[in-house]
């Protein structure tokens, strides 16, 4: 029976028969490639849905309050990047960021809320 080989260095397997990796260093290096892409594509999704939360926290401190688009945008906020939609009863959509909801009023103003 031919000696497995680290698929990350090649260096032959020593232990138990169902190793698959020389070292841990090996199985970490060789899993951060694997996933690389889809990490640094969560990661930059994450840190959109971060920074909106933080804009819409810091701009309602007592749980519902106005705000205009054109500031949030100043802010950074982007509107791409929610976590829901939830649209009521009477027919009110909101767009929620976690926890923290806004909902579109007339002109440009935003209504910003806690979901409960």
Known sequence: METPTCPECGDKIIGRSDKKF????C???YNNK?????????????NHLRKNYR???????DGKSK???SKLETLGFDFDYITQIVTYKNGSQ???VYDKGYKFLEQEWILIVNKH
Not at 34 to 46: A, G, Y
Not at 55 to 61: G, V
């Open 27 to 29: 199985r970490n290096a």
């Open 67 to 69: 705000i205009t688009r």
């Open 94 to 96: 909101y767009y929620f």
């Open 34 to 46: 694997q996933n690389k892409d889809i990490s640094n594509l969560m990661r930059t999704v994450n």
């Open 55 to 61: 804009i819409l926290s810091e701009h309602n401190p």
């Open 22 to 25: 020389c070292s841990d260093a």
